[in-house]
């Protein structure tokens, strides 16, 4: 059966599932000319046996690489058994993910979601409703940030600092005023006594690799202890161990009210998580105020679990601690040899190289020398590897790269 179908990939050409692709999916993404066909470590394949680096892990999502055998081996181990409840009943892997969620980033209370963007869905209602519980008043205003990204979905978006791709979509969910990240000024500027929330990326993401200052998160910080705002961060792309850090704002130790994660959180089963402080989850949402049929569901949860589990098991944080010098070190290099790159930017692994013009080109040429690469806007190259890359990926990366860019 295998071979068979492994016969048939084969003889399908390419260009022909491509061309079925563009007929029978809504085109919201201008893709790249290639059919993926299987994943081996920091390894892709695609459906002719050719070769890929990967240096995107599906946007920032395969952690651990592909094929790793005891999280395979965990998810079918829970398929076999149960694959979902509902969130009436109780179920062992979400109870343990939770624990575990919980313990890496000290938070107090965990909500599983489906998606990035459904967490932040969650942590908008979460800070609306504290503020109601707090004056009756349904008048409250978030404040967030310019260049910021935090999903597609209508409370998502409203808070994405990215008027292109709010603009075919208004009205927006209403009362969001929009900040500098990095401008502490522009913020006290955004607020009023109406302000419920201040939302932001630890380390802005599609927006350009930008991470928040130590200085102007901790301004941002005792503003909201000052005037009980509660600050939400968004650790969807940012978090889990990316930065070197589980989640980034454990570097300066500057924590939030409410947190966003997912991405890497699965390490490919689509699942994301809001948190809160037990002052929050104890005056924000009760019971009938939000839910989600597939939100954390076994299959999830064992994901979750068992991803926790080999970040503990494989020293993953100390491995990007030990590659990530290494990578900048590399890019560095790059930056000063080439006129064409005015900037380095990011921190841990998930780098940026911003162009003096449009990336694409270098891209598209790197995918055909064998490298997966990633844009973060027209003029930025964004490296978000997967967690366990080695050194000698990181050359075999900026060989291919310098190549690229010499043509
Ligand atoms: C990807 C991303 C999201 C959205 O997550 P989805 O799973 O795509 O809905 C939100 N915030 C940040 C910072 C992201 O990088």
Not at 2 to 10: D, I, L, Q
Not at 228 to 244: A, F, K, S, V
Not at 382 to 406: G, N, S
């Given at each position: 059966?295998?071979?068979?179908?492994?016969?048939?990939?084969?003889?399908m050409d390419m260009k022909q599932y491509i061309d079925e692709a563009e007929a029978a999916l809504l085109h919201t993404y201008n893709r790249y000319q290639v059919v993926l066909d299987k994943g081996e470590?920091?390894?892709?394949?695609?459906?002719?046996?050719?070769?890929?680096?990967?240096?995107?892990?599906?946007?920032?999502?395969?952690?651990?690489?592909?094929?790793?055998?005891?999280?395979?081996?965990?998810?079918?181990?829970?398929?076999?058994?149960?694959?979902?409840?509902?969130?009436?009943?109780?179920?062992?892997?979400?109870?343990?993910?939770?624990?575990?969620?919980?313990?890496?980033?000290?938070?107090?209370?965990?909500?599983?979601?489906?998606?990035?963007?459904?967490?932040?869905?969650?942590?908008?209602?979460?800070?609306?409703?504290?503020?109601?519980?707090?004056?009756?008043?349904?008048?409250?205003?978030?404040?967030?940030?310019?260049?910021?990204?935090?999903?597609?979905?209508?409370?998502?978006?409203?808070?994405?600092?990215?008027?292109?791709?709010?603009?075919?979509?208004?009205?927006?969910?209403?009362?969001?005023?929009?900040?500098?990240?990095?401008?502490?000024?522009?913020?006290l500027a955004c607020v009023t006594d109406k302000t419920c929330a201040i939302i932001m990326e630890t380390v802005q993401g599609e927006g350009g690799l930008v991470p928040a200052t130590e200085d102007f998160?901790?301004?941002?910080?005792?503003?909201?202890?000052?005037?009980?705002?509660?600050?939400?961060?968004?650790?969807?792309?940012?978090?889990?161990?990316?930065?070197?850090?589980?989640?980034?704002?454990?570097?300066?130790?500057?924590?939030?009210?409410?947190?966003?994660?997912?991405?890497?959180?699965?390490?490919?089963?689509?699942?994301?998580?809001?948190?809160?402080?037990?002052?929050?989850?104890?005056?924000?949402?009760?019971a009938g105020d939000h839910g989600t049929t597939y939100g954390g569901n076994p299959f999830a949860a064992a994901a979750v679990e068992k991803v926790l589990d080999l970040f503990e098991k494989d020293h993953?944080?100390?491995?990007?601690?030990?590659?990530?010098?290494?990578?900048?070190?590399?890019?560095?290099?790059?930056?000063?040899?080439?006129?064409?790159?005015?900037?380095?930017?990011?921190?841990?692994?998930?780098?940026?190289?911003?162009?003096?013009?449009?990336?694409?080109?270098?891209?598209?040429?790197?995918?055909?020398?064998?490298?997966?690469?990633?844009?973060?806007?027209?003029?930025?190259?964004?490296?978000?590897?997967?967690?366990?890359?080695?050194?000698?990926?990181?050359?075999?990366?900026?060989?291919?790269?310098?190549?690229?860019?010499?043509?």
């Open positions: 059966m295998w071979r068979f179908r492994m016969e048939k990939n084969m003889s470590g920091v390894y892709l394949y695609d459906i002719e046996g050719k070769k890929y680096l990967d240096f995107c892990s599906g946007i920032a999502v395969f952690a651990l690489g592909y094929g790793n055998q005891e999280y395979n081996d965990a998810l079918k181990g829970q398929i076999d058994k149960l694959l979902h409840t509902s969130n009436y009943y109780y179920n062992v892997p979400a109870i343990e993910a939770a624990k575990k969620i919980k313990k890496a980033s000290g938070m107090d209370r965990v909500f599983f979601t489906n998606s990035g963007a459904e967490a932040v869905e969650g942590a908008i209602k979460a800070a609306r409703k504290y503020a109601y519980q707090k004056d009756g008043c349904t008048d409250h205003e978030i404040i967030a940030m310019n260049h910021s990204f935090h999903g597609r979905t209508m409370g998502a978006l409203s808070v994405t600092g990215n008027p292109k791709y709010r603009e075919a979509f208004q009205p927006m969910i209403g009362h969001i005023k929009f900040a500098d990240l990095n401008d502490f000024d522009s913020v998160l901790k301004k941002v910080r005792a503003l909201c202890d000052e005037k009980d705002i509660l600050l939400i961060l968004d650790e969807i792309q940012c978090g889990m161990g990316r930065t070197g850090y589980m989640y980034a704002w454990q570097k300066f130790g500057v924590k939030p009210d409410i947190m966003t994660t997912a991405k890497a959180l699965g390490c490919g089963v689509p699942v994301g998580a809001f948190l809160m402080t037990e002052k929050v989850g104890q005056n924000s949402l009760v993953i944080i100390e491995h990007v601690r030990e590659v990530a010098p290494y990578l900048e070190a590399r890019l560095r290099e790059l930056a000063e040899k080439y006129g064409c790159i005015t900037e380095l930017r990011g921190t841990g692994l998930m780098q940026g190289l911003v162009f003096d013009g449009p990336v694409s080109a270098i891209i598209s040429k790197a995918l055909e020398k064998g490298l997966i690469l990633i844009n973060a806007g027209a003029n930025i190259i964004r490296f978000v590897p997967p967690l366990i890359i080695e050194k000698e990926h990181v050359d075999e990366m900026i060989a291919i790269l310098e190549d690229c860019i010499r043509s």
